[in-house]
């Protein structure tokens, strides 16, 4: 299985600014998922990001609001732009095991956001 | 569209009683059901998987089988611990890797 970490574990940030979170993987994946968990919520997905390729949005999500890079096989990053009380939430990124028929996925511990 | 629906908590049981967390979906296909587990401060961990109907998954006293009948994926454990205080997540893998969630489910258990 991979393991995922992620960078900052946590921030507080003033409404305005930018936070860009890192997602760091232990092996090569094509597929990386970055996902959303407002509190006491379930988790919704932001974006698909693959390799070589722009990052494909779901529908709620722009790219101007969560640019995302992802430079290699084995990182990717996730900024929240001109945040707001309303982007304080989890995020997390997972990976897709490609080895394994029902392509299960790994999740990253997620980076807690407050906006003030 | 595909879909999970799952029990509503939050739960609460008394350590060493049985648990039952209600999971239904609706999916075209074949979907791949998971059981997802997120500990106080943590992300989330794969607790169990089925990946066809009838299977079986389990992990740490915790069981899941797969009903196609009644689409149904309910998470049963027999004694639960105080270490068992989470949020459970139903989930479903059908096509485009896009993994559908449910609610989550608090449970808590007292000593």
């Known amino acids: 299985s991979a393991v995922i970490s992620q960078k900052p574990s946590r921030d507080i940030c003033q409404r305005g600014t930018s936070l860009t979170i890192q997602c760091q993987v232990d092996?090569?994946?094509?597929?990386m998922f970055w996902y959303r968990q407002q509190p006491g919520q379930s988790l919704t997905l932001i974006a698909t990001a693959n390799q070589g390729s722009e990052a494909t949005y779901e529908s709620g999500f722009v790219i101007d609001k969560f640019p995302i890079s992802r430079p290699n096989l084995t990182f990717s990053t996730l900024t929240v732009s001109n945040m707001s009380p309303e982007d304080s939430s989890i995020y997390l990124c997972?990976?897709?095991?490609?080895?394994?028929?029902?392509?299960?996925?790994?999740f990253g511990p997620g980076t807690r956001l407050t906006v003030l | 569209g595909n879909s999970v629906t799952q029990m509503e908590g939050p739960v609460t049981l008394s350590e060493e009683a049985f648990l039952t967390i209600n999971c239904t979906y609706t999916?075209?296909?074949?979907?791949?059901l998971f059981w997802y587990v997120q500990y106080p401060g943590e992300g989330l961990q794969l607790l169990l998987k089925?990946?066809?109907?009838?299977d079986k998954g389990s992990n740490k006293g915790f069981e899941a089988t797969y009903r196609k009948e009644t689409t149904s994926f309910h998470l049963e454990k027999g004694s639960v611990q105080v270490s068992d205080s989470a949020v459970y997540f139903c989930?479903?893998?059908?096509?485009?890797?896009?993994?559908?969630f449910g609610s989550g489910t608090r449970l808590s258990i007292r000593p």
């Open positions: 092996s090569q994946v094509t597929m």
């Open positions: 997972s990976v897709e095991d490609s080895g394994v028929s029902y392509n299960e996925q790994f």
């Open positions: 999916a075209t296909g074949y979907p791949s």
């Open positions: 089925a990946t066809k109907a009838d």
């Open positions: 989930a479903l893998i059908s096509s485009a890797s896009k993994i559908i």
